[in-house]
């Protein structure tokens, strides 16, 4: 027989007493009980958290409307008890005997029929706000149809009518009635006389008579465009002068932001950006945009600009560099003065709010800089330095460079590499060196832009006699297959081919190229090999002054064995030259259009590759895929042999009878123009 629900709940309540109790009295469940708690208190908590971030603003504000509600009867039942005797007591004690089963029921019942009777009463609550809801949508709906049928039919109104029906709501004198009933029949008056001309010839005459300077005065031009046509109101040919000036802008601001010195040419082929279907080399930034702005409007002081506006008209595809596109062609020079630069300003030496450039400028050069300056050749400033702060010279500090480190390998060798390592000093260490670095990053930097500022003047002067062609070695293009087995793509037995990348510029026309090659040399003879076919095909004999531009690394371009081929080899194709110059750029600041030809040609073989069209496992599949794909860019195989050897021989007698002695060279700067 089972037992009375009374007697299972007693028995029910003595067994959880005992488990609490040992529970209590192990530490063991007393510490796993407390970790259980815990994570259910935070699964708890995720769930609120994730229900009050969807909770829209008017369910906040109407939790909140309970909780003051709730506060405001707490605090009253709190009054109450307060300041009543509780006289209740003793009646609840003496009467707790009497209560009986059929009260117990029946009070159960009566809180059965209370909670039904809440759950309906919200219900029909929640009916009643439907419904209330439904009720104002199509209030709007009858008052928006109202409104526009009436909106509509007021056109055809006559202007008294039209005027009562706006001043249904409002009082306003006979006077001022009569005033507004006059502009309204001289505003339909006008828009009937508008309407009705069709003549170009009597408007171009109206627009020269009628002036709109009180309209203007008063701002009411844009509430004359229903009896005034718009186009005239302003004139079109001032809107046209204009448009033509922002486009002129546009396209300065455009060049100025494509300045080798003001962004750099990425050489990666995955370096592209598209934006409307047009397809761009990326273009990475040198500096902030901050720096850049003020740099432009010193260079321009006549077309002042905004940050905003020069933010706004930068090219899409000159974009600042991300961590992932940083530089890794960086120079040594410019690097080593920067890191010192930035550990005296962390130590608070320098002026923390400005960078190395402008620093110098305004403490080293003249008010109008020029290249004297710069050389650190003025009479002026010569003697000028940076300004420092007040520092202690003995604290111990440190700093980053790079330098050569030699390294003894596990053969017994010795092994140079460039390495960025960390030198202790004293502070007042730190500072002579940075002074003493000073001045050769100054001409470094002044060749710098010398350089860019003639070469893009060069281009800019080129006549029909005239021509300058840039080359720089892209980096070996690594075959590929569309599905490679496993010892491929790791072995290294993948074919690779020379790309020797440049641009001719001409007077009329600017000519891409590439040429291909087998050999993997870079040295002086592959470089002839690589510009004798160029020369011949591009460039005709009518050619007195040719120019050439590249890098300047001591094992390709710069050498006397590259110096004997231009003589000998380069020289002889040209029969009316008057002027051959080749131009090396600084170290580490090569950069140009044949990277961003390198890479193009690099993207277009991979994208035939991904797309499975074919293979381009070899020299033979490259170029055929070049030739067919690559529409504006001239491709050029060459053959390996080339009469290389007959050319290495004379280059080796040569260097043989050469004079001994330490080499001289003179650099002719072509103008001295301002920076």
Known sequence: MSLPRKERLRRKRLAERERRAQIRSNPELVAERNRKRRLRYRKNETKRQELRSKRTPRDI?????????????????????????????????????????????????????????????????????????????????????????????IDEMSPRTKLKIELRHEHVSPKVKKRLLLGAALECDMKASFSNIKSGRIRQVIKSRVKLNCLKKYKFVCHASSFFPRRLQTSSGNFGVRKQRLENFKKHLENYFQKDDVSAQA???????????????????????????????????????????????????????????????????????LLLFNRLRSLK?????????????????????????????????????????????????????WEKVREHGKDGKTYSHIKKRRVSCLTYELVDKFSKALPAYCRHIAYIRHQYHEIDNLKKSLTKTDALIHVDFS??????????????????????????????????ENISFCTLSEDLRHDPVAISSHLLPILDEYVSEEIQNIHFLSDSPSSQYRNKSMFYLMFHRIIPLFRNLRVFTWNYSESGHGKGAPDGIGACVKRTCDAVTACNERDVSDFRAVCETLKEKMKKIKVIPLDSSNNRDEFSEKIVESAKTAVKGKPHFEMNFLDSAKL
């Open 349 to 401: 030496i320098v002026k923390s709010g400005s960078d190395l450039d402008m620093l110098i400028k305004e403490d080293m050069y003249c008010a109008e800089v020029n290249l004297k300056c710069c050389l650190r050749e003025c009479e002026m400033c010569a003697e000028k330095e940076i300004l420092y702060l007040e520092f202690d010279g003995c604290i111990e500090t440190y700093y980053d460079t």
């Open 267 to 337: 050489p990666g082929k995955k370096d592209v950006i598209v934006r409307m279907k047009l397809k761009k080399q990326k273009r990475y930034l040198t500096g902030s945009l901050k720096m850049l702005h003020r740099k432009f409007c010193e260079e321009n002081p006549l077309t002042p600009v905004s940050y905003a506006v020069f933010c706004r008209f930068r090219p899409f595809w000159v974009i600042p560099m991300k961590i992932h596109e940083r530089e890794t062609c960086l120079c040594e020079k410019h690097e080593n003065v």
């Open 61 to 153: 504000r109407s939790e909140r409307q309970k909780w003051r509600e709730q506060k405001r009867i707490q605090k009253a039942k709190k009054e109450l008890s307060t300041n009543s005797p509780d006289v209740r007591e003793p009646e609840r004690a003496s009467s707790s005997s009497l209560i009986t089963k059929q009260a117990i029921s029946g009070m159960k019942r009566k809180e059965r029929n209370v909670a039904q009777c809440y759950r309906e009463n919200e219900k029909l609550r929640l009916a009643n706000a439907a419904l209330q809801r439904k009720v104002e949508m199509y209030r709007k709906r009858c008052y928006r149809s109202s409104s526009k049928s009436s909106l509509d039919s």
């Open 475 to 508: 980096e070996n293009y690594d075959c590929k297959y569309n599905r490679e087995l496993q010892s491929t793509h790791f072995g290294g037995n993948r074919a690779n081919v020379t790309l020797h990348t440049g641009m001719v510029y001409k007077e009329k």
